[in-house]
Structures are given as structure tokens and as C-alpha cells.
């Protein structure tokens, strides 16, 4: 059974930075694709990040050159480098994943909303 489990996350001002890590357990495929994706109150849920098995990634134009996608196979742990934040990056923030694709190249922010595994998040509040 697959297991995603996110931490990391925190208050802080904006402009302040914050780092989420989720760590992923159970699962036997050989290609993993992962994402992170957020929901504020009153929002849908959107995608933020998604990194595929060859490590190629995918951003919503929100977060491009704030936010770094990046993982860890040895460690079996996804990571959300979050610079310069804004209070209107404040939600609660989910790790996702799935076999990946035919193709790595396909992974991204709008595929990953049908991943079949996700964590029970974690809340990222930032104040002005």
C-alpha cells in the first residue's frame, strides 16, 4: 500500500522560505512520478510542481523561479523548496504521486491531478 507523508510545513512572513518534504513508502513500480499541489480555503485544488521518474519537472506559472521541485531516491522523499513567499501561497499543501507515463515528458501539473495517491497534507500559512 502506498503511503505518502508530508512535513514541513510552518507560518512565516512573506518573503520568507519554507521547505516541505514528503516521504513515499509501499509503492513497487519501477517509475514513480510525483507532484505537489495545494488547495486554499474556497479554492479547487491546483497544481504546483511535478517531477518525473527521469527527474524532468513542471511548474504552475504561479511558482516558476520561487519554488524547486526536487527528490531524493535514496531516501524515497519528495521535496518543495519554497523562496520568496506570498500570503497568497498560503494553503494547505499535498504530495501526490503515481506510476508514471508511457512517457516522462507527459508528467506534469495538469496530468498529475489524476494521481491515485495522496498525503493528508500540511498547512503553509504566510502573513504580510
Known amino acids: 500500500q502506498v503511503q505518502l507523508v508530508e512535513s514541513g510545513g510552518g507560518s512565516v512572513l512573506a518573503g520568507g522560505s519554507l521547505r516541505l518534504s514528503c516521504a513515499a513508502s509501499?509503492?513497487?513500480?519501477?517509475?514513480?512520478?510525483m507532484g505537489w499541489f495545494r488547495q486554499a480555503p474556497g479554492k479547487e485544488r491546483e497544481g504546483v510542481a511535478t517531477i518525473a521518474s527521469d527527474g524532468s519537472t513542471n511548474y504552475a506559472d504561479s511558482v516558476k523561479g520561487r519554488f524547486t521541485i526536487s527528490k531524493d531516491n535514496a531516501k524515497n522523499t519528495l521535496y518543495l523548496q519554497m523562496n520568496n513567499l506570498k500570503p497568497e501561497d498560503s494553503a494547505i499543501y499535498y504530495c501526490?504521486?503515481?506510476?508514471?507515463?508511457?512517457?516522462?515528458?507527459?508528467?506534469?501539473?495538469?496530468?498529475?491531478?489524476?494521481?491515485?495517491?495522496w498525503g493528508q497534507g500540511t498547512q503553509v500559512t504566510v502573513s504580510s
Open positions: 509501499g509503492y513497487t513500480y519501477s517509475r514513480f512520478c
Open positions: 501526490a504521486a503515481d506510476r508514471c507515463p508511457l512517457w516522462d515528458i507527459r508528467w506534469n501539473v495538469v496530468v498529475a491531478r489524476s494521481s491515485r495517491y
